[in-house]
């Protein structure tokens, strides 16, 4: 009997042993659990109604800021720009008819002025009567009257084909904002619609990332949220085995000011928390091994862990 107690003491010695051993050993646990996602989404759509003649963009495509990758039919605003042209020449032939008239009005002001200082000469020799003076200064009084409202109406045509200028310039815009334009450097996430679609201002057309840098939206519980501040840098990790995983430095962009209870797709290893708090850390993925929806977790980096 004696020597079985012995033995059973040094068997569960031996467990107690092994037991301390493997905790000093374990890795230490993470400050927050979560999972990966876009850092800035980008949701791009036509900015004119029409067809959508083109459109080359499929999921997964990596696309450059500036590429062209749709075109929306134009033909109803080429129409509309060949109806304001026209407009544009018939204000233009009333402009020569106008400058035409004033012309004309100024040559008979000269040859008014010519016959007013015969007049005046001959009513000085007393050869011309006080009649025929007021009559051929009220004719060059009234000339540069004709003058004057003539270039009135030319003032007014100038700005009727400053108007029609406006709505071409307008229409031309319409037309460039046909052309659909790649705003971000990134990869195509989701594709909402397809060639032959009708597209209108503000409906999405595909969404697109740049995924060379994501965001680990993870949650900590509120006895660790006094050690973690926006900017700070932590260590996230991401799965590279069943056993072991990859490591790599992020930097805290967000802290949520509310608590909210735990979401039911967070299993962390710690013991689970009524309340926790959201934070966003900003994670480099340049080499692409980091996918979005997948698990990460992060580690405060404090003195004792650098």
């Given at each position: 009997m004696k020597n079985m107690k012995r033995n059973n003491l040094v068997l569960l010695f031996a467990l107690a042993t092994a037991f301390l051993t493997s905790c000093t050993h374990q890795q230490p646990l993470s400050d927050g659990y979560g999972n990966f996602d876009a850092h800035a989404e980008v949701i791009v759509s036509s900015q004119t109604m029409g067809e959508l003649l083109q459109f080359k963009v499929e999921e997964g495509d990596l696309l450059k800021a500036g590429q062209l990758v749709g075109l929306v039919d134009t033909t109803q605003l080429h129409l509309k720009k060949a109806v304001l042209m026209n407009q544009k020449k018939v204000i233009a032939s009333r402009l020569q008819n106008i400058n035409a008239s004033i012309a004309v009005q100024q040559q008979q002001l000269r040859i008014n002025e010519i016959n007013r200082r015969r007049i005046q000469n001959l009513f000085k020799s007393q050869a011309a009567t006080q009649k025929q003076m007021d009559d051929i200064n009220g004719l060059v009084d009234l000339t540069k009257k004709q003058i004057e409202a003539t270039r009135t109406q030319k003032d007014n045509v100038f700005l009727e084909m400053q108007s029609v200028d406006a709505q071409v310039a307008q229409v031309n815009e319409s037309i460039q904002q046909s052309l659909i334009g790649n705003p971000v450097e990134g990869t195509v996430l989701v594709k909402y619609a397809e060639k032959g679609e009708l597209a209108t201002p503000g409906k999405p057309l595909y969404k697109i990332a740049n995924l060379?840098?994501?965001?680990?939206?993870?949650?900590?519980?509120?006895?660790?949220?006094?050690?973690?501040?926006?900017?700070?840098?932590?260590?996230?990790?991401?799965?590279?085995?069943?056993?072991?995983?990859?490591?790599?430095?992020?930097?805290?962009?967000?802290i949520s000011s509310q608590a909210e209870f735990t979401p039911k797709t967070i299993q962390t290893k710690q013991e689970r928390v009524d309340l926790v708090y959201a934070v966003k850390i900003k994670v480099?993925?340049?080499?692409?091994?980091?996918?979005?929806?997948?698990?990460g977790e992060f580690r405060i980096v404090t003195q004792q862990s650098k």
């Amino acid at each position: 009997m004696k020597n079985m107690k012995r033995n059973n003491l040094v068997l569960l010695f031996a467990l107690a042993t092994a037991f301390l051993t493997s905790c000093t050993h374990q890795q230490p646990l993470s400050d927050g659990y979560g999972n990966f996602d876009a850092h800035a989404e980008v949701i791009v759509s036509s900015q004119t109604m029409g067809e959508l003649l083109q459109f080359k963009v499929e999921e997964g495509d990596l696309l450059k800021a500036g590429q062209l990758v749709g075109l929306v039919d134009t033909t109803q605003l080429h129409l509309k720009k060949a109806v304001l042209m026209n407009q544009k020449k018939v204000i233009a032939s009333r402009l020569q008819n106008i400058n035409a008239s004033i012309a004309v009005q100024q040559q008979q002001l000269r040859i008014n002025e010519i016959n007013r200082r015969r007049i005046q000469n001959l009513f000085k020799s007393q050869a011309a009567t006080q009649k025929q003076m007021d009559d051929i200064n009220g004719l060059v009084d009234l000339t540069k009257k004709q003058i004057e409202a003539t270039r009135t109406q030319k003032d007014n045509v100038f700005l009727e084909m400053q108007s029609v200028d406006a709505q071409v310039a307008q229409v031309n815009e319409s037309i460039q904002q046909s052309l659909i334009g790649n705003p971000v450097e990134g990869t195509v996430l989701v594709k909402y619609a397809e060639k032959g679609e009708l597209a209108t201002p503000g409906k999405p057309l595909y969404k697109i990332a740049n995924l060379k840098t994501l965001e680990l939206n993870a949650f900590v519980s509120g006895s660790q949220l006094s050690k973690i501040k926006l900017g700070q840098r932590v260590k996230v990790f991401y799965d590279k085995s069943k056993t072991a995983n990859n490591q790599v430095e992020g930097t805290v962009l967000w802290i949520s000011s509310q608590a909210e209870f735990t979401p039911k797709t967070i299993q962390t290893k710690q013991e689970r928390v009524d309340l926790v708090y959201a934070v966003k850390i900003k994670v480099p993925n340049n080499n692409g091994a980091i996918k979005i929806g997948m698990p990460g977790e992060f580690r405060i980096v404090t003195q004792q862990s650098k």
